[in-house]
Nanobody, 123 residues
Framework: QVQLVESGGGLVQAGGSLRLSCVASGHILSAYTMGWFRQTPGKEREFVAA????????YYSNSMKGRFTISRDKAKNTGYLQIDSLKPEDTAVYYC????????????????WGLGTQVTVSS
């Protein structure tokens, strides 16, 4: 089993940047994929991006391309989500998740989740 802990969220002004981190522990396989999602109250969890752990292949939601950059550091067992040019509509809880297999955008394809980190963007 893999445990995930997110950090890096906070309150930021519109136009700013944040880098979210997700530290993974446990039995991490080379065939592992880490995904990032976000959720606001009353809405479904929304896919942002995913990175395949071994190859570093990245996969983005079409609506998230451009301002979001996903990456991973295998040596640190840590994944990252860089968010630039933040907008108030980016306000959400951001979650990382893991699955065994290739990149997917459906939350139901993921096996485990972190508790999330809150990102709040002020206008």
């Amino acid at each position: 089993q893999v445990q995930l802990v997110e950090s890096g969220g906070g309150l930021v002004q519109a136009g700013g940047s944040l880098r979210l981190s997700c530290v993974a522990s446990g039995h991490i396989l080379s065939a592992y994929t880490m995904g990032w999602f976000r959720q606001t109250p009353g809405k479904e969890r929304e896919f942002v991006a995913a990175v395949e752990w071994n190859s570093a292949f990245t996969y983005y939601s079409n609506s998230m391309k451009g301002r979001f950059t996903i990456s991973r550091d295998k040596a640190k067992n840590t994944g990252y989500l860089q968010i630039d040019s933040l907008k108030p509509e980016d306000t959400a809880v951001y979650y990382c998740a893991w699955r065994i297999g290739d990149s997917r955008g459906n939350p139901s394809d993921y096996n485990g989740w972190g508790l999330g980190t809150q990102v709040t963007v002020s206008s």
